[in-house]
């Protein structure tokens, strides 16, 4: 059976992963990214292609964006040939993508003016994880779109949590949580360094605390990887945890948060990408942290 009311943009590696398993479920998806190559594969298996972000939607439909920030939705939705006005009245735009909470206020603004529905559905986890359907997926938005595209995000995570109709608070706790997770990279790498100078093992390190005292999936595989230093391929490229921590200081700001831990993170980005560390997962800030402690890493 297929499900032509259904599309996706945006085929990154989370993207691709997250349309492969949905064009697993509703054969006949259309596809659509910036890149035309990208849905090769995707039209391989039975996607659909279509020739812009409006031709991707059907009127009463739902479009599901997985974009890399805020300017790339917006050029989606309100470009030319953008998605805006194109799901009409009834029409749900589910956005997957990391962005401002200011960021889905105005465009759910501009859906109501259409009578379409704006949800947001930022996710937690890796390309591998959005392979294997172990995504956590936050949900925020009108009561009634929300039924009815719970079950089209169920299969493709381990667990929904809804956050109620105000769609910032998906955003917020999107920011929050990666904010948390790059602060733990920070801890285990300063940790890790100075146990280093005092003879402990780096890979021990990282398996004792992830077996005992933080004894959870980020400490336990970030601790690895930092701990043999593995920062290629990129999860998640270095350049995205910057522009991802620039949204968390922005969103503090707006309601008067202060949250001094975020300038430390985004400067050892900024540090990492004038040493050229764009490309590299953002767990290599730690280099940073073992160059400030004398470490020579100028050729990694």
Known sequence: MTSPSIGFIGLGAMGLAMAQNLLQDHPGIK????????????????????????????PGGIVITMVSDDQALHDVCMGGNGLMGALGPGGIHISCSTVAPSTLTTLAEQHAKHGEHLIAAPVFGRPDAAAARKLWILLAGAREATARVIPILAPLGQGIHELGEQIEAAAAMKLAGNFMILSAVESLGESMMMAQRYGVDREGFAEFFGRTLFAGPIYQNYGKQIATRRYHPAGFKLALGLKDMRLVSQAAGAVQ????????????????????????????????????????????
């Open 31 to 58: 596809v659509w990214n910036r890149s035309p190559q990208k849905t090769e594969t995707l039209i391989q298996h039975g996607a659909q292609m279509a020739l812009s972000p409006a031709d991707c939607a059907t």
């Open 257 to 300: 948060v202060p949250m001094p831990l975020v300038d430390i993170l985004r400067n050892r980005l900024i540090e990492s990408m004038a040493k050229q560390r764009q490309e590299h997962d953002w767990t290599a800030l730690e280099l940073s942290i073992a160059e400030a402690a004398g470490e020579d890493f100028t050729n990694n």
